[in-house]
């Protein structure tokens, strides 16, 4: 079910949800979170997709806020919001209300989204592109407990990785950093399999990549190891090896979904390694809503009070 709401108020967008969910006959108590979505008009459907697939995992009264940028003199000067409820099958597992805001509105915008939070359950931002400098100071952000933002959706990611460090808060991530679960979890395991003492590392990826760069931060700080950056045509990450007094461990994905890790004294096995749409990354950080430590760890490139960290 859709309703459509031109020239309104929060006010009112509550009152369409209100009726909305009496009509279809579905409760708003099977809602676990708030899931805010800040974009441009560009990439709201995808965006839309995306928080409406990770939905079926997370049910979640998702709030689109579009910026419309003003196209001519009288829209500079005009001031207000339209919105479209979706309720039911339009929506995923919960509810989506997409909010357009037009000239002063867009400036306070928080001042539209706060009356619409699931009261008592935690907030989560979304940045798919145009991320602010510093997320947790944004008036959107500072609503929410967890603060998403995607360093591929930049047009200098490396620069933009400097200023996630500088202005890191906790509760603060990346989809970068998510992008990179399934590397960690792999080489994880090939340390747990060969119990010996890494003593050089590299990471090859495609240039000014920052996945490969967080996860070489991260393999520096668990492994106080210098890491090698090692550019390669990608796509992404195509390859971590781990020098050790036993020989090397490799994990190499040229392309395509499957890896291939190779110990000392072991044969090449294959595994799974592909790359996940964005709805996984978004539902895999809708998981835990406390403060990603490993993120920060490997943002900082340390380990807290230096000590020897293991992956």
């Known amino acids: 079910m859709r309703i459509d709401l031109t020239d309104t108020t929060a006010s009112e967008v509550n009152k369409a949800l209100r009726r909305g969910r009496r009509a279809i006959g579905t409760p708003a108590v099977g809602m676990v979170l708030t899931l805010v979505v800040v974009t441009d008009e560009e990439n709201a459907y995808d965006s839309i997709k995306a928080a409406e697939e990770a939905s079926h995992e997370h ?3 998702t709030l689109v806020v579009i910026r419309r940028h003003p196209r ?3 829209e500079r000067t005009l001031s207000h919001l339209d919105a479209e409820v979706r309720v039911g099958s339009e929506s995923g597992a919960g509810e989506t209300v ?4 037009y000239g002063e509105v867009s400036d306070h915008a928080d001042s539209v989204v706060l009356p619409l939070l699931l009261p008592d359950a935690p907030v989560v931002v979304w940045w798919p592109v145009d991320a602010p400098e510093h997320p947790a100071q944004d008036p959107l952000g500072a609503l929410a407990q967890r ?3 995607d360093l591929y959706a930049v ?3 490396m620069e933009a990785l400097e200023s996630r460090i500088r202005s890191y808060t906790p509760g603060d991530t990346d989809l970068a950093w998510t992008r990179l679960t399934l590397w960690r979890s792999m080489l994880a395991a090939a340390l747990d399999q060969a119990r010996t003492e890494v003593t050089s590392a590299a990471v090859e990826a495609e ?3 920052p996945a490969a760069e967080l996860l070489a931060r991260w393999l520096e700080a668990r492994l106080k190891v210098r890491v090698e950056r090692v550019i390669t045509d990608g796509p992404v990450v195509t390859a971590v090896r781990l020098g050790t ?3 090397e461990i490799v994990v190499d994905r040229p392309e395509g979904p499957l890896a291939t890790m190779t110990l000392p004294g072991q044969p090449p096995r294959s595994l799974a390694l592909k790359v996940r749409p964005t709805s996984e990354l978004l539902a895999e950080e809708l998981r835990r809503l406390d403060a990603d430590e490993m993120y920060a760890i490997a943002l900082r490139g340390e380990s807290p009070e230096g000590e020897r960290a293991h992956v």
């Open 59 to 61: 049910p979640a009264r």
């Open 72 to 74: 001519n003199l009288r």
């Open 98 to 101: 997409v909010l357009r805001t």
């Open 147 to 149: 603060r998403i933002t």
């Open 155 to 157: 047009e200098r990611p």
């Open 207 to 209: 240039a000014e990549n």
């Open 245 to 247: 007094a036993g020989g």
